[in-house]
């Protein structure tokens, strides 16, 4: 019977699931991923974290207590720095303890440290154990390992090309259409656990797909562009989450390509509250690009959010057909 690994739809998750899940898989690991978040999910989360955690790590908490009893491990790494010279968010380096802490009864965790600051040796010492906990033999790992990289490679360029990815599944928004002028170009940005997560987003993608709205996201600029801006600041970003929406912002700003921008932000989150300043300055006021902030917790309730997005949606119809006439405040 193989061993199955339980990865929990949360955080990085739609970041790296497709590298991780084809990694067990190639080890024979059978993979199980928690169900897309819903009320029982975000319950759980919330009764078993401390108040003070910010939403996307109490719906991690409920992720983690779904595949409780289907996994013989869950995995949880240690995430430190994604890139050289830079780092995550602290809730991320501390998730295997503070889930450890949180919920009673767990399976063993996956909790190995991913640090890009330690050298290219480490990294292979990394992926091997990883893959430790399911087989010893270095060779299959390295052949499962360059098999994740070629899927995880596909699924952000498919996210380039337009593909988006909602609960996991890519879902093709825009039929691969050409873009019209007169459809509403908007560029939702944020952390992917609160853009792709229909559950805590209040589905606003299909929200917006639903309006003939083109989605983009920042992934689709391409990081070559991201990283060039990005070094346009005036000193050195070492949030990875902050260097790529400022040098998103700061692109934006350039090119004005989009029609508005809309940021999720979770309420409680320290790197939020930075960023999304910046981010607004930059964009609505320099670039002069409409602006929606939607700050999400636990309480936060549907019907508001619709108003916002639809009167927001009314204001950008307005512009564009009045030209510059309307200010970007709204
Ligand atoms: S970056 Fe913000 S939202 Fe994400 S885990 Fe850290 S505190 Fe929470």
Redesign the pocket.
Known sequence: MSIKVGIPRG?WFYDYYPLWKTFYECLDAEVIISKPTNRKILDQGVKNTVDEA?L??KIFNGHVIDLKDRADYIFVPKMMSAYEREYI?P??CGLPEMVLHSIEGLPPLIDVEINFNKSRKNMADTIYKFGFYIIKDKRKINRAYCEALKNYRDYKNAIKKGILPIDGDLTEINGGKIYDRKIKKIMVIG?TYNIYDSYSSMNLLNKLKKNGVHIIVPEMIGFEHINRHAATLDKKMFWS?GRKLLGTSIYLAETRDVDGVIYIS?FG????SIIQYLFEKKSRKEGEIPFLLLTIDEHTGEAGINTRIEAFLDMIEWRKRYENNISTYG
Not at 269 to 272: K, L, T
């Open positions: 955080l910010c996307p790590v968010c809730k991320f952390h989450f979770s989150c320290g790197i939020d």
